[in-house]
């Protein structure tokens, strides 16, 4: 079945350090990718997302790239804040199904 | 505003009980899911209805149910609680299958004694 690899955490950053958050998937067809967050004490939200091959997803200073060719979607922000210590968590999606979620990687940045 | 709810937000329960976790939307929305988040594993599906009368299993169901008879509320119950379903479960809604977005609630956080 589908499935979604992501690096394992916790990452631990100074501010305004280069992020990036690998996630891989396998899935059949073409799925649809997101990247959600979670801030202490939430729900999830979505961050952002892409829905065909080289399509690029980008919200708040983060973006991904959907690369068909090495079935990826990774996260990357050039200067990260304290603001984005959070849970993100890479996600898909193919035809009529529920999301897939990856395992989650705790991201903690640090002044 | 719209929103989607979750009661209670926190229980405390013992082996053996039965407990149902209660969510409510206010989108309208067909289509609702349960998860439930653990260290190590991330956010796993346990039930979801694509609309009224509508119920299917997840990939972690065994021990859950769910029905639903209106398009707000999927409240999901634990027939005799184990220890093992200590955990944070989620509800979340989106208006079709095949819309982007799921909208999740704040969560319930659930320990079994």
């Known amino acids: 079945g589908d499935s979604v690899t992501q690096m394992e955490g916790p990452v631990t950053l100074s501010e305004e350090a280069f992020l990036t958050i690998n996630c891989t998937y396998t899935?059949?067809?073409?799925?649809?990718l997101f990247w959600y967050v979670q801030y202490p004490g939430e729900g999830l939200q979505l961050l952002l997302k892409?829905?065909?091959?080289?399509d690029k997803g980008s919200n708040k200073g983060f973006e991904a790239t959907y690369r068909k060719e090495t079935t990826s979607f990774h996260l990357e922000k050039g200067s990260v804040q304290v603001s984005d210590s959070a849970v993100y968590f890479c996600?898909?999606?193919?035809?009529?199904?529920?999301?897939?979620f990856g395992k989650g990687t705790r991201l903690s940045v640090i002044a | 505003d719209a929103e989607i709810t979750q009661s209670p937000r926190h229980k405390i329960t013992e082996t053996g009980r039965q407990v149902t976790l209660a969510c409510h939307q206010t989108?309208?929305?067909?289509?609702m899911f349960w998860y439930r988040q653990d260290l190590g594993h991330g956010l796993r599906l346990i039930h979801y209805?694509?609309?009224?009368?509508?119920?299917n299993k997840g990939e972690v169901s065994d021990g859950y149910s769910v029905s639903r008879s209106n398009t707000e509320d999927l409240p999901l119950t634990l027939e005799s609680a184990a220890s093992s379903q200590t955990s944070v479960y989620f509800c979340?809604?989106?208006?079709?299958?095949?819309?982007?977005?799921?909208?999740f609630g704040p969560g319930t956080r659930l320990t079994v004694l």
């Open positions: 989108w309208n929305h067909n289509n």
């Open positions: 892409a829905t065909k091959a080289d």
């Open positions: 209805s694509y609309g009224v009368q509508d119920t």
């Open positions: 899935a059949t067809g073409y799925p649809s």
């Open positions: 996600a898909l999606r193919s035809g009529n199904t529920p999301l897939v």
């Open positions: 979340a809604s989106s208006v079709t299958a095949d819309v982007d977005e799921q909208f």
